[in-house]
């Protein structure tokens, strides 16, 4: 008996083993599988009877679990919530979210318009978009990140009677990202093209605008889940806040904070770029207070084309530089 000969057997119980351990380990992930679609389908059923005993009703219709073997996928053909109680209703169309077998971890969703809301003290809203994306990276207690990406984004306004609803603004492109940050919430946001319709905003006239910010609520973490109900007691930290329109730039950062009395107190850094620019779009929006802001914005470019000053607020009293600007009322 040759060498070769003698070595076929054991190759093939090597292959054997292996198909063995890979149809195992096919077993075992598909009944993992088909036990999370379950679980998920009977959690949901649950949160709704849960919710229906308190008087809310909410729904994912046509609830389905899919994507076996390569992803877990989870679609509705509509998201709707109605809370009779608070006088509270939201509803948007299909949802589905999918994660891949290789990042369990990163689903992703996608939501389809229109998003439409009713909330007390507030009118009803029609929001809209071309397309609205959310990529999570999930992890125990609390999600590393959150992020959401729209384009064509739009609202109105969504009456109850049959008069005309009035469009409230447009954007070609928005972005958010929450991320935890130790016991903080930092958020990194941004909008594009956002045009604010005049009629939503007394026939004052805005041009179209960008803007960016970079921000982190302090002590965020501990105030998920809780209903904060006034803004005393916390504090942001502004890394960046930049709003601009063409060369018209306006850029804030520093601290601010709010007391438990509601008095406001920041330490904030103001920069303009092309101030008579700015000047110029300030006077379109605020008419009433043209003559001023010309004057000032005056005086500012003679300092240049980039110039900052400090925007303090000390216990609700806030001033530019050395020039007092009044008092802040204080806020609930």
Do not use: H
């Not at 109680?85 to 369990?104: D, E, H, T, W, Y």
């Not at 470019?301 to 009044?326: D, R, T």
């Amino acid at each position: 008996m040759t060498s070769s000969d003698e070595r076929q057997p054991g190759n093939r119980r090597r292959l054997w083993w292996l198909a063995t351990f890979i149809l195992v380990l096919f077993a075992v992930y598909s009944a993992g599988w088909f036990y999370l679609a379950n679980r998920v389908r009977s959690e949901a059923g649950k949160v709704a009877a849960t919710l229906n005993k308190s008087g809310i009703e909410a729904g994912c219709a046509n609830l389905q679990v899919g994507g076996y073997p390569l992803s877990f996928t989870l679609s509705c053909d509509s998201l709707a919530y109605e809370d009779d109680a608070k006088n509270i209703a939201a509803s948007a169309g299909a949802f589905n979210a999918v994660a891949q077998i290789v990042q369990p971890l990163s689903p992703v969703a996608n939501l389809r318009g229109p998003l439409r809301t009713s909330v007390p003290g507030m009118m009803p809203l029609w929001i809209d978009w071309d397309n609205l994306q959310a990529n999570v990276k999930l992890w125990y207690p609390l999600p590393r990140r959150v992020a959401l990406q729209a384009e064509g984004l739009s609202g109105q306004t969504d009456p109850a009677d049959d008069t005309d609803p009035v469009e409230l603004f447009s954007a070609g492109k928005a972005s958010g990202q929450l991320q935890p940050n130790n016991g903080d919430l930092d958020y990194v946001g941004s909008f594009g093209d956002l045009e604010i319709d005049a009629d939503a905003i007394g026939g004052r006239v805005l041009p179209a605008l960008d803007a960016s910010g970079d921000v982190t609520l302090k002590n965020g973490v501990a105030l998920i889940g809780t209903q904060v109900k006034s803004l005393r007691g916390q504090r942001i930290e502004i890394r960046n806040l930049d709003l601009s329109s063409g060369t018209a730039r306006v850029t804030v950062s520093g601290p601010l904070s709010v007391d438990a009395e509601g008095l406001v107190d920041a330490d904030l850094m103001i920069r303009i770029k092309d101030p008579k620019a700015v000047a110029s779009i300030l006077a379109g929006a605020i008419p009433e207070q043209k003559n001023a802001i010309e004057q000032g914005f005056g005086a500012l470019a003679l300092l240049g084309s980039e110039p900052s000053m400090p925007l303090k607020v000390i216990k609700g009293k806030a001033s530019l530089g050395f020039i007092p600007l009044g008092k802040i009322k204080p806020v609930n």
